[in-house]
């Protein structure tokens, strides 16, 4: 099968802008979550889509917005972008099934390499 | 909310030397997982723990889960270089379906 793909891999933007991410999971994987990864906070929780519904959400500002497609390819949105948001945007899709309790292996795409000028 | 502390932060080994890093809960867990993310690279999934007092090996690595399922160790033997990377734990949040990273261990290793 493969793997999880993200596009683009590298986007530099300016402040006030806004940007859309692209992540395809791996086929049969209806959850996907994204993760922002930075030096100083790490891997931060984002959102979480299954079957197209977002069933989870992290502690991000509104405008960080996301949303799955009925293929389970999901874009997550961040507009008026600001300096902060500069990082590394990973995507992750799991086998995870409707139950929130069960906990499945997540495979991470690439990432997406976002600077903010 | 549900939150791991990990340690340490960082580590710098020669090659041939031990490595362990830990991953503590104020909460009971009802699992973990490890990941393994190479510099330049992206987080894989290394294991998952469930059982407490659970110890699993995967060649030179040595997964171990808490009696309390409150704490976990990832423990290497004889250090290689291909084992440079950060290793982060993941525990759930609650019974929210969430994954909460733990702020990762940094391997370096000395030839």
């Known amino acids: 099968k493969a793997g999880v793909t993200q596009t683009p891999r590298y986007l530099i933007k300016t402040r006030g802008q806004q940007v859309t991410l692209s992540c395809s999971p791996i086929?049969?994987?209806?959850?996907v979550s994204w993760y922002q990864q930075t030096p100083g906070q790490g891997l931060q929780f984002l959102f979480e889509y299954f079957s197209e519904t977002q069933r989870n959400k992290g502690n991000f500002p509104g405008r960080f917005s996301g949303r799955q497609f009925s293929n389970s390819r999901s874009e997550m949105n961040v507009s008026t972008l600001e300096l902060g948001d500069s990082a590394l945007y990973l995507c992750?899709?799991?086998?995870?099934?409707?139950?929130?309790?069960?906990?499945?292996?997540?495979?991470f795409g690439p990432g997406t390499r976002l600077t903010v000028l | 909310g549900q939150q791991v502390m990990q340690i340490p932060q960082y580590q710098h080994v020669q090659e041939g030397e031990d490595f362990t890093t830990y991953c503590n809960s104020s909460?009971?867990?009802?699992?973990i997982q490890w990941y393994k993310q190479r510099p330049g690279g992206h987080p894989v999934f290394l294991i998952q723990l469930v059982k407490s007092g659970e110890v699993k090996k995967q060649k030179r690595l040595t997964f171990q889960f808490g009696e309390a399922k409150k704490n976990s160790s990832l423990h290497i033997t004889a250090t290689q270089t291909t084992d440079v990377g950060t290793y982060f734990c993941?525990?759930?949040?609650?019974?929210?379906?969430?994954?909460?990273f733990g702020q990762g261990t940094t391997l370096q290793v000395k030839p």
């Open positions: 909460t009971t867990l009802s699992n």
């Open positions: 992750a899709s799991s086998e995870q099934g409707a139950r929130l309790n069960s906990y499945n292996e997540q495979f």
């Open positions: 993941a525990v759930p949040s609650g019974n929210t379906g969430k994954l909460i």
């Open positions: 086929s049969g994987h209806r959850s």
